[in-house]
């Protein structure tokens, strides 16, 4: 059964996770007609077909390799499908360079129930030489957006990951694990954007998980992010601090405005997209970064990601 | 001498024990299939296809009567091949014991019980890595006075070898372990007690085709062994000093193709064990000739004790003194594998241990293995009858009808399941369900010694697959650390070079990146096979997925689906293809999956038609030992199923 592209999008809209694995392997297929049917596939859940933001939370999840994020989400995963929430887990890996292949190891951390539909895990390589994986996880999180309750980005990185994830998601979480100074020194000198929610993994190992969880509580209250929640959590099982940091999550998204953050990231993807595909002379032919700004910033709130990007092509064309 | 044995039903198993003791055997050695081995009954979704297969299945005290009947248990002495359940097993050995009048003061055998090996190789693991130890240390604290003539562990180096290990790692991560136990144990017992839980350690080796310096390992082994005791435990009593250790002999070297070859390599192997007094094996168990082509025949066994008879009896192998007093070239290399040792125990130190350092020394033995594969691949590594002198005459050892190995019965798995829901429904359900209260209790609570909740639970009738759910349920599930990950990037060569260049061409025609699925169905634990076809594709620039052992025919659906994989590699060697693979096509199919399938493992040529017809693709065996020939079929298959432009 081969559906178009339309029907995929149009059964991600109607919540039918059947349809997610075929959509995200249209994102992935960068040939001119792979592109062509996921800007088809991505119209049919982009805000206007949607008749608003998808109503789904968009969870960035970042930190250093070997952090604890995928044990992390395992535990997650478990405590939101309890709450009854549906969730679908893009996991980002690092790839081998030599050979554009990579290993992606994170699926098997976490435990799910493979009947489960109310769960979808699927695994990326970051790089490669076929190029474009940060649009394609974007557009992978927009389209399962339609879909499923919750969306969580796993990316390797610390603070400014050179991927646009965390411009997608409505709320980030970074994690670390004890005895792990980079973050600390990162937030302390300002190079590091504070996040949205901070986590430090292994509370188990018990005195040292407690010492980096006040170590940078401090840090984030020293430059003024003092309500950003810091919290402890062990993955293993029993397990503890998951359920709160659950509830804090949620709480970052009941406080956030998504009308107003979704649209302005989509219009920083979309320079960024532009950019990455046609270089800095794109953004000159359109008279510079203030003026292309200002293009998208008259476009339809609602106006999905890809369209924006078409429409700043258009109009260097023109 | 005794052979290791058990299959299908315990009444099966009991009465082939039985013959074995009249015809003058001495002791039992077990073997407990895979479900019993992982903590599941016959009745669970991963026992499919292995109820009784590789071992008999036990899943309550009344199979361990059965299994024991008629057999006098004060007089045996019983090895048992059990790890992660091995709390278990004890507990319900003694309790037929019990129950049969016998003073568990009188027990005598050996429980496997090395966890750690099982984590890094052999794959029967149930629980994370601190629960398991903690049961270990219980049962330790436990015998020394309850059962004291029990040896509660027996540390294994032979399954990291059999896992790739080179002599240095077998040693370094074997006595890393022990000492990991020992740390352990320590706190639990008696500061007199100590040395006498020193001395009941014994090991379990390997010794491979390079038989000079395999003797050599062994000679340093026993001298870092000692020293050990020595100078980290204070241990002083000779006797207790002494490195006591069994063999089985190398298995991974012995080939599919030209059987006949691997009973050379076997008397070789069993030199390296028996040749110096002083370094000499207390116990030898050697494999068959078929070994790679499926289960011994009763005269596959025989003929391989019969090398053992015929070491002992004829040769004068055992009429001298220690023959390599004094040699210079055995002195040299066992300095040298000392001190090789010692610098990698020293790094598995700095990580923590055994038990932290289980995904560095995991990852170790992958690439260790690889650079086998790799050497063998291209003729630097010798293997008469496999990559050189491969012409040969038609064997007629393989001319009979079971193609020269051992069948077990499907039937056995249906009875099993049949017969393990009547026990549930025919015991006292009250005090099933208090013992499984106690047990859960004494679980969660480190500081109690988990033995006597375990035979309070085996008295009153638990099964072995509710006695595991109970401290999954405590301990929670966990799976190893498949190595794959971090194992480093292939040094590029023509064939590599040529290989990426079909798959960058293919995938660009695909849109996206070849993506395989290499997975591992039911609960085979043989996973070298699989780590080495998933590190290769990705040095052929794949994506890969490869989520360890143990995954239910659902999860490897549901995986390949979500995924978008372009092709499936199932990898089998436990003897379940028949019953497993069909049933992931099946799941494959009703997931909607549209990918070919291609499996590997120790599949017998007369099973093959019957998978090819059921819709595989392609099947490989240990004779398609070219790695890259196996890729290159791949990408082939998958350009052709997804009509990508040709590979070639
Ligand atoms: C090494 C080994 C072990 C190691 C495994 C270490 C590990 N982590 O893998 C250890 C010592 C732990 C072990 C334990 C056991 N083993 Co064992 N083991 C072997 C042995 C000697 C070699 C297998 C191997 O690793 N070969 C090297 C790899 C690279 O080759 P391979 O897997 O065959 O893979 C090649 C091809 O088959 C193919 N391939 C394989 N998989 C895939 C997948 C894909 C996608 C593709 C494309 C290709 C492919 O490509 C590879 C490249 O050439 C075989 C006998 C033999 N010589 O083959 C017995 C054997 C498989 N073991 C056997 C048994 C019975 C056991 C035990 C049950 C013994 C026991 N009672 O304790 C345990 C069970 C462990 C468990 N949990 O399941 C039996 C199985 C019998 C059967 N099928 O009927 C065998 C056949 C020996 C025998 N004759 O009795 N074993
Ligand atoms: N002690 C402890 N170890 C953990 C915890 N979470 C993860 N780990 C271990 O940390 C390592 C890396 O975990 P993983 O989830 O893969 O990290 P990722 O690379 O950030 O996704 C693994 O060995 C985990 O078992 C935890 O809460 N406690
Ligand atoms: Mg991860």
Known sequence: MQSTPDEIGRRLRERDRSAAPAALNLIEDRTPRGREATARLLAEVSPAALGGEAPAHLIGVTGPPGAGKSSLLSALVSVWRERGRTVAVLAVDPSSKRSGGALLGDRARIEHDPRDDGVLIRSTAAGGRLGGLAAATREAAEALAAAFDLVVVETVGVGQSETDVEEVCDTVVVVVQPQSGDVLQFLKAGIMEVPDVLVVTKADLGAPADRARRDLQQAVGAVGAGRVPVLAVSSLPPGSGVEELADAVDAHRAALDADQRRPRSRRMSALRELTAEHGERALRALGGRREAERLLAGQDPRTGTAELVALLERSIEA | ?648
């Open chain 2, 1 to 648: 001498m005794r052979t290791y044995a058990g299959h299908s039903s315990a009444r099966e198993s009991n009465e082939l024990y039985r013959r074995n003791l009249a015809k003058g055997q001495t002791g039992l050695s077990v073997a407990f299939d895979l479900p019993t081995q992982t903590g599941y009954d016959p009745d669970h979704e991963l026992a499919r296809g292995e109820v009784g297969k590789v071992g008999v299945s036990i899943a309550h005290k009344g199979d361990m009567h059965a299994l024991l009947d008629g057999i006098p248990l004060d007089e045996m002495n019983t090895s048992m091949t059990i790890n992660a359940t091995a709390a278990w097993l004890l507990a319900l050995y003694m309790t037929v014991a019990e129950e049969n009048g016998v003073d568990r003061r009188a027990l005598q055998g050996t429980t496997q019980n090395d966890i750690i090996k099982e984590f890094l190789s052999r794959g029967t693991y149930a629980f994370p890595p601190e629960p398991s130890m903690r049961l270990i240390a219980d049962m330790i604290a436990f015998t020394v006075d309850e059962v004291p003539k029990w040896n509660p562990i027996n540390i294994c180096s032979y399954h990291l070898q059999e896992a790739g290990a080179t002599p240095v790692q077998e040693i370094a991560y074997a006595l890393s372990t022990a000492v990991a136990v020992l740390d352990r144990v320590r706190p639990r017992v008696p500061e007199e007690t100590f040395p006498r839980v020193f001395g009941r350690l014994s090991f379990f080796v390997n010794a491979g085709i390079r038989f000079v310096e395999e003797h050599a390992k062994l000679r340093a082994m026993g001298l870092l062994w000692e020293e050990l005791g020595r100078e980290r435990y204070g241990v002083e009593d000779p006797k207790l000093l002494r490195f006591r250790y069994g063999v089985q002999v190398n298995s991974l070297g012995l080939t599919e193709a030209q059987p006949e070859n691997n009973i050379i390599r076997i008397v070789l192997e069993a030199l390296a064990v028996t040749m110096g007094r002083d370094a000499r094996a207390r116990a030898l168990q050697l494999p068959a000739w078929n070994e790679a082509l499926g289960l011994p025949r009763p005269w596959d066994q025989q003929w391989s004790l019969r090398i053992q008879q015929i070491l002992a009896f004829e040769t004068d192998l055992l009429d001298y003194p220690d023959i390599f007093e004094g040699s210079k070239v055995m002195d040299g290399l066992v300095d040298e594998l000392i001190e090789g040792a010692r610098a990698e125990m020293a790094v598995v130190a700095e990580r923590g241990g055994a038990v932290e350092a289980v995904p560095y020394m995991k990852t170790q033995l992958v690439e260790s293995h690889r650079e086998r594969v790799r050497r063998i691949e291209a003729g630097e590594l010798k293997v008469v009858g496999q990559n050189v002198y491969t012409e040969h005459e038609p064997s007629p050892l393989q001319e009979g009808e079971d193609g020269g190995i051992m069948r077990v019965d499907a039937a056995v798995e249906r009875s099993a399941i049949e017969a393990v829901g009547e026990w549930r429904e025919g015991r006292d359900a009250a005090a099933a369900d208090r013992a499984l209260e106690e047990l859960r209790a004494a679980a969660a609570d480190e500081e109690t010694n988990i033995m006597p909740a375990t035979l309070a639970a085996a008295r009153a009738g638990l099964t072995t697959g509710e006695w595991a759910a109970a401290l999954r349920d405590v301990f929670g599930e966990y799976r190893a650390p498949t190595g794959v990950s971090d194992a480093a990037a292939a040094e590029s060569d023509e064939e590599l070079d040529d290989l990426r260049e079909r798959v960058e061409r293919v995938s660009e025609s695909l849109g996206r990146r070849i993506k395989i699925l290499v997975g591992k169905p039911g609960l085979d634990g043989h996973s070298n096979g699989a780590e080495q076809i998933a590190v290769r594709a990705r040095d052929a620039g794949m994506d890969v997925v490869y989520e360890g052992i143990r995954l239910t025919p659902a999860r490897i659906a549901r995986t390949a689906v979500d995924e978008g994989v372009h092709v499936v590699g199932l990898s089998i060697l436990s003897g379940s293809h028949a019953e497993l693979i069909p049933t992931v096509l099946e799941e494959l199919r009703e997931a909607g999956a549209d990918v070919p399938v291609v499996v590997g493992g120790i599949i017998p040529k007369a099973d093959e038609e019957a998978l090819l017809a059921a819709g595989v693709a392609r099947v490989y065996t240990p004779k398609d030992f070219q790695v890259s020939r196996i890729m290159g079929d791949i990408v082939e298959l998958v350009a052709q199923h997804h009509g990508a432009a040709a590979a070639a």
